[in-house]
């Protein structure tokens, strides 16, 4: 029985393909939660002349950030310094431009995703197919990426029960939630 596990933590994404308790297939790449920070720093500077710091940023992911567009748009007022005049500013940002903002770094790791599944041996793919994609970490937890997974893969993609403390819980664990899961 084979498992795909996508741990997206601050610094890096690993991919995981289990069976029987032993590793297949694992890909790491250096993009994870840290990137979606950045990139949302980046896209204010370039897009709105807008400087601001890495706590802002994270703020707006954890608020209104969304890998998929998920219910009515939202906003959000933010407060940061005018690239330009170097002044204090507030901006209004909403969610379909700061998903915009986080393209980059998202299609880094469905690519990275998309990559293990080519890896994988076709008789395990056809389990991660039918058990779907066991999504953890804290990086895990940004709206919709469930769903930008799910569309991206055709394969199902979940959030683990507790995705910021599950992978110190380990793969044992993990195939025992998951063979539970079975009988549901």
């Known amino acids: 029985a084979g498992h795909m596990i ?15 308790g032993g590793m ?7 993009i994870a939660g840290d990137e979606f920070d950045e990139a949302i720093i980046n896209y204010l500077r370039k897009k709105h002349s807008l400087v601001v710091g890495e706590n802002t940023a994270e703020t707006i992911k954890i608020k209104i950030g969304n890998a998929y567009p998920i219910g009515e748009k939202q906003t959000l007022e933010i407060k940061g310094r005018d690239a330009i005049k170097g002044l204090p500013r507030t901006l209004v940002v909403d969610s379909d431009e700061i998903r915009e903002a986080m393209k980059e770094p998202l299609n880094a790791i469905i690519e990275e995703i998309k990559k293990t599944l080519d890896q994988t041996p076709p008789e395990l793919a056809g389990d991660i197919v039918d058990r779907g994609i066991v999504m953890t970490g804290g990086g895990s937890l940004l709206k919709g990426l469930d769903k930008l997974i799910s569309e991206s893969t055709l394969v199902p993609a979940f959030l683990a029960d507790n995705p910021l403390t599950s992978v110190v819980i380990g793969t044992a664990k993990y195939l025992e939630i998951l063979d539970q899961k079975k009988y549901l």
């Open 6 to 20: 996508v741990d997206i933590g601050g610094g890096t994404t690993e991919i995981s393909v289990i069976s029987l």
């Open 24 to 30: 297949v297939v694992t890909n790491a790449i250096r």
